[in-house]
């Protein structure tokens, strides 16, 4: 799905995303929409490729595995 914020988070509220390709710029912008929002549910991703350019885009590929599983930190 590319280009559409609004249904992206709906789909990700059901559930319904298998996987996603996020493509980073080198770039800092200091404004816009999240593409992920503020509440919701937290969804497992577990990274299964990552490709980069020479000008140092990069493209990241995760599938869902459903609910986290959260690290305690030692003391």
């Known amino acids: 799905m590319w280009g559409s ?3 992206i988070r709906w789909l990700l509220d059901r559930r319904l995303v298998d996987e996603i390709v996020l ?3 080198p770039v800092v912008v200091g404004q816009g929409t999240r ?3 503020a509440t919701g ?3 497992g991703l577990e990274l299964v490729d ?3 350019t020479p000008k140092g885009l990069t493209i990241q590929t995760y599938r869902t595995t459903g ?3 959260y690290e ?3 003391t």
């Open 50 to 52: 990552l490709q980069s």
């Open 23 to 25: 493509l980073t710029y």
């Open 5 to 7: 914020g609004t249904l």
């Open 41 to 43: 549910p937290d969804i």
């Open 67 to 69: 609910r986290p599983q």
């Open 35 to 37: 593409l992920f929002p």
């Open 72 to 74: 305690t930190a030692a």
